[in-house]
């Protein structure tokens, strides 16, 4: 709908599409004989910027200079670097709702929005759901400006190209595509950007919307992008060829395409010694299979294939399951629900009621349970390895993805033994292999196999050895001259 | 959707029709740790040691100590003793991992075909459990010997077996698939280790023999007894368990106690190795026992001077004579009972198949006509602390 030229009537108009919201302020102000209206949102709207700015600079304004139209005069008398002309009342909201005030010229059905923003937003702070020992301690924050400045004072090149889509209809959201423009092929941000283009929702409030509607064509409990809030990791990413999506108002940023390893990697690793990184790299591979696997193992040993276990093992077993009441696979499920329960308490509880949970968790439900019979000490065992590992990984989604798995593997352990356990393997892997993102499959770099990428998957090599990009990301692989370490010795 | 619906049924089907096949929880079995065949009259009677009963005061959570309860039942066969057991024990029982089989001598004597058939064909029974023969008592209360190294008598016999084996020149372990393949095999012949209890039964197999700081009653490894296709025909002693064990190269560390002038000499091998060959010529059979290794002196008594080659040289030549006695003894031993333990026949079967096929009839009658030869060539290091015994250097 487009502006009137009357002020009035663009103030009636404006209560009548917005109900007379109590944050919104107008006021008419007469200079020069001519009526000058302005519009802004005190809910989002800095009053200070508004009085320092505009009232000033209209009240001052000098008439004698030569301009055409008293319109183009008081654009031009602003002291402001974000001036721009409006005449549609859809564009009207979306400027007062983004903090911006508007200035109405009687007579005229052209509107000047100035940027009079109050800050929402607390500043940058350290990360908390990524905690790391070394390296940078910044994060994302709700501002985008803020979160598209991160990557940029890392990165200062022409070739750091941010691309932005508005998504959803009433929200308004900007999402920004970032990438390196000589590294990521095109195709991918087309994709991407036609995708995010198709998406038809009212509002975008995290980053988790993007991802969910993003990820439409595979139904999959693992996360085929990266999540993460420490602008050094986007950045690192952004260079190794991915791409990083930011949307407004969220400290999270979507990484892609991820690949399994991607999650057995930290941000640390590139900030610490390649031997120390490859050590934690295997430890949280083998995590990853204990966690997924060992109840399910221990089940089918126990109630299928004792033949496996060793004489004394078998034997100490036995003794220690003597007297409890229920079968392996529901004490098994018992212990593992009761841990799923202690962690959603825990993650969601304010930090005073967390030594209240530790008591029930360690003591009346480990030492009582077993003390009363109802779980084997070795059962405690098993759930509270299974937890701890886990627990290594710094992404939620690949938590909750190996959780589900779990059980999976728990039922075709309990109904099958170590055959079902066998099965639920093959399936297992051949969903991994089926799963892709933008072309990469998920698996990479070991199925298919891409033998340079894998000095930087479960092991990382030393810098100099890790000249190239990862080959199945981008072309444009060399990241450091071949000579660099001749020309240095 | 019709498509995933069928999907989805027919992986619950999957799940749920399986029925659990074969699924038992560990508790509901008893664990046989340890077996034990001894004849009653016609009878075979068949002991089982169970390991996993809970001791009676389990409330603490170090409850992972077991109480053992050894039970027995008779019949014609094993089987049917074994289901005399049934009739005792409460939860059935399991024979996937038992560790050692006693076998009482006169059962040897009878021959072991018939005692050891059932645990050929038990399915889940694991092939490599140890297997030794009882002498001078009943093999049952061998199982019963309480130890307090041990947490049940079983593990003991195992752990014994397992180390004397390395270090002590006499003894070779011999699990159920070695003793399966020297029975099916022609051209050779058993020879397993036997264990003796010390002491009163009743004393060993009470509590009282735990707690007390020099228990009463132990079990005792022992000689090989030898055995003629699967019956027990003789028992070697000390001198000639060892010769056989160096022949068949089961021994890699052995001692001897070599007498040299008025005092005594006791060296240690710790690598030795015997290399055995067979050759035919001209229809002679011929078998070349070579033996090598290293030693040390560890023990040193009398007036004996070290430092001098010499003596170190003439103290080699008795080790190597001595070793070449052992062997021509167990050689002996062989030839007297017409058993070819040393497995040279099966030797000759790899090497000359037609020639053995054609006296295999009357191999082991005609083991005394083979010509032995053998050569020792132990190598005698001599890095010890001090060159002379202590009573010299006290001068």
Known sequence: MNLQNSIKKNFEMLNKLNGKSSDIVTRIIEKNSKKIGYIYLESVSSDDKISDFLNKAVINMDRKKPFDSFYDLIKNSIFNSKVKSIDTFEDMFYHLSSGFTVILIDKCDKAIVVETRQKLDRGVTESTSETITRGPKDSFTENHNMNLGLIRKRIKDSNLWYEEVIVGKRSKSKVAVAYIKDIVPNYKVKKIIDELKKIDIDAVIDTGYIRELLEKDQKSVFPKVISTERPDFASTSLLDGKIVILVENSPFVIILPAVLTDFFHSPEDNYQKPFNVSFSRILRAICFFLALLTPALYISLMTFNHEIIPDQLLISLAIQREGVPFPTAIEVLLFVLTFEVLREADIHSPSFSGSAMNVVGALILGDAAVAAGIVSPIVIIIIAATSISELVFYDVDIIDAIREWRLLFILAATFMGLIGFVAMFIIFIAKLSSLECLGTPYLTPFSPLKLRSLKNSIVRFSRKDLKNRPEYLTKNLKRMDDKYEKNNS | ?395
């Open chain 2, 1 to 395: 959707m019709i498509n995933m619906k069928k999907i989805i049924l027919s992986l619950i089907l999957l799940l749920t029709l399986s029925g659990c096949w074969n699924y038992n929880e560990l508790n509901e079995f008893s664990i046989v740790s340890g077996v034990a065949i001894d004849k009653s009259g016609d009878e075979y009677e068949i002991s089982v040691l169970i390991s996993n009963s809970p001791k009676s005061n389990s409330s603490d959570s170090n409850s992972s100590e077991s109480q053992v309860v050894v039970y027995s039942g008779k019949g014609e066969s094993i089987f049917s003793a074994l289901k005399q057991i049934g009739l005792i024990s409460p939860s059935e029982l399991y024979f996937g991992s038992f560790s050692v089989l006693v076998i009482s001598e006169e059962v040897a004597k009878d021959g072991i075909n018939n005692a050891i058939d059932f645990f050929v064909r038990y399915p889940s029974a694991r092939k490599n459990f140890y297997v030794v023969l009882s002498k001078d008592s009943k093999a049952k209360d061998t199982l019963k010997i309480m130890t307090p190294l041990s947490s049940f008598p079983s593990q003991q016999i195992t752990d014994n077996v397992k180390t004397t084996t390395e270090l002590q020149g006499i003894i070779a372990s011999t699990n159920f698939n070695d003793l399966l393949s020297t029975i099916l095999s022609d051209g050779t012949e058993l020879s397993i280790n036997c264990i003796k209890i010390i002491g009163d039964v009743e004393e060993g197999s009470s509590k009282e023999n735990i707690e007390s700081s020099e228990p009463k009653t132990y079990t005792k490894l022992g000689n090989l007894g030898i055995f003629k296709e699967d019956k027990l025909v003789d028992w070697a002693n000390r001198e000639e368990s060892l010769g056989i064990n160096i022949i068949k190269g089961a021994t890699e560390e052995m001692f001897l106690d070599i007498e040299y002038k008025d005092g005594y000499v006791v060296i240690d091998s710790t690598s030795f190795s015997s290399d055995v060959s067979v050759e035919l010529k001209n229809e002679e059979p011929k078998v070349n026992i070579g033996l090598s290794g290293e030693a040390r002196i560890i023990e040193v008594e009398g007036d004996i001077d070290l430092k001098d080659s010499k003596v170190i040289e003439e103290i080699q030549k008795k080790a190597n004579k001595k070793i070449k006695k052992r062997v021509e003894e167990a050689m002996d031993l062989a030839i007297k009972n017409k058993t070819d333990i040393f497995g040279f026949g099966q030797m000759f079967y790899q090497k000359y198949p037609k020639y053995f096929n054609k006296e295999k009839e009357n191999w082991n009658e005609n083991l005394d006509k083979l010509k032995i030869n053998i050569s020792s060539d132990l190598m005698l290091k001599n890095k010890v602390s001090s060159k002379n015994s202590l009573e010299e250097i006290n001068d």
